[in-house]
């Protein structure tokens, strides 16, 4: 029986498709919406969770994940459903992680008691700036004075409250976001998500950048020297980095994702979810239809699997090694010789050792402050060898 899983955790994502609308840097499965039949998704919801459920019985769930999209746009009747239909099928550990992500406009905080009172216990608000003009830019629908107002109603209802903000933006200064992270981190409770823009391909943004049209963005050397501020400025007010673009007191670290980088099984459903599920000796990697019209139709058929893909042992610690070298905490070469068969390549390992880029310490590797802005080129190096 494989049970490499454990050392990473259980978890279920949720994923909800629809927003009030598209932020052109947002590369995720998402789509506009004028009229939602909850009724319709919470059904959906508790049928595919049933499915799923098949062959993990009586495994404990440590995190259940509502991501999006814009989950604050469900009724929290829909989320409360979800999470008894969670309650039927698996033990919640003592300690479950409950989350949900929130756009920070009135409509959206207005519901955060309900969520709280559904058995939500952790928000994560979509802030992204603290100035209106760039809020304006990045194709927000909210203000700054709406970002604050929905953050204190946060905080009145859950003790753990997160918010992402991206940097790297068009036209800002080193000072700029210097200043804005100070502002940011006098308000945050135990965990911010800090994000540098990336230009996707096939955004609005995206385009754009294409076009030679999106002027002002900070060249390698200025982004660089945002990322360590960042990283400096978060440690000093008690929030290091424990993974690239997320910082936490200690103790209050997201047990969702940490379930992710620390490569356990989790569970997706709804449109466009992708799931990591172990069972017998075999690892599958799962996807679901991304139009929501399509996936809610394969629910009633019970085929919201398009995808069930059995990861080969080489696969698989490629994915751990992507995946845990992002932690503060690096990755364990010894579980990562066990999932592929064979250590890793010695001869990279000194190479980027006599770099600088890591360090080795007992059973652990772990990316140094220099190597994490060249991480892709890290991983690349390791998995050539």
């Not at 829909?78 to 039927?88: F, G, K």
């Not at 969520?115 to 802030?127: I, K, M, P, Q, T």
């Not at 409250?161 to 933006?169: K, N, P």
């Not at 424990?242 to 047990?255: D, I, K, L, Q």
Request: charged residues 25%.
């Amino acid at each position: 029986m494989n049970e490499d899983w454990r050392n990473g955790g259980f978890g279920l994502y949720v994923h909800w498709p629809f927003c009030q609308a598209k932020c052109p840097y947002c590369d995720f499965n998402s789509h506009v919406s004028r009229e939602i039949d909850q009724s319709a998704w919470v059904r959906a919801y508790v049928r595919e969770i049933s499915r799923v459920a098949q062959g993990t019985s009586g495994r404990v769930l440590n995190s259940i994940f509502f991501g999006g999209g814009t989950p604050s746009l469900m009724a929290p009747e829909t989320v409360a459903a979800v999470i008894e239909a969670a309650r039927a099928h698996w033990p919640f550990a003592n300690d479950i992680e409950i989350t949900l992500e929130a756009n920070p406009g009135s409509v959206e905080a207005g519901r955060f008691a309900g969520y709280r009172d559904a058995g939500v216990n952790r928000v994560s608000l979509g802030v992204q700036a603290l100035n209106d003009d760039d809020l304006r830019r990045l194709g927000r629908i909210h203000t700054v004075d709406e970002a604050r107002t929905a953050f204190d109603i946060a905080r009145r209802c859950f003790n753990r409250v997160s918010f992402d903000l991206i940097y790297a933006r068009q036209g800002q200064t080193l000072q700029a976001w210097r200043d804005e992270l100070a502002e940011a981190l006098e308000m945050a409770v135990d965990h911010l998500s800090l994000y540098q823009l990336t230009i996707e391909p096939g955004t609005a943004f995206g385009d754009r950048y294409k076009a030679g049209k999106l002027r002002g963005l900070p060249d390698d050397d200025l982004s660089a020297e945002m990322y360590f501020a960042t990283q400096d400025i978060c440690a000093r007010h008690g929030l290091p980095a424990y993974e690239v673009s997320n910082h936490a007191r200690p103790g209050s670290e997201s047990r969702h994702n940490l379930i992710y980088w620390r490569y356990g099984d989790y569970l997706g459903i709804g449109p466009g979810a992708h799931g990591r599920i172990t069972q017998g000796n075999v690892r599958f990697a799962t996807e679901t239809p991304r139009n929501p019209t399509a996936w809610i139709e394969a629910v009633e058929r019970d085929r919201a699997e398009s995808v069930r893909t059995a990861l080969s042992p080489q696969d698989q610690a490629s994915e751990y090694l992507m995946m845990g070298i992002r932690l503060t905490e690096g990755l364990d070469i010894d579980r990562f010789e066990k999932i592929a068969g064979h250590p890793l390549p010695a001869g990279q390992i000194t190479y980027l050792q006599d770099l600088g880029m890591i360090t080795l310490s007992g059973d652990r590797l772990t990316v140094t402050d220099q190597g994490r802005p060249i991480l892709n080129a890290i991983i690349r190096e390791l998995l050539a060898g």
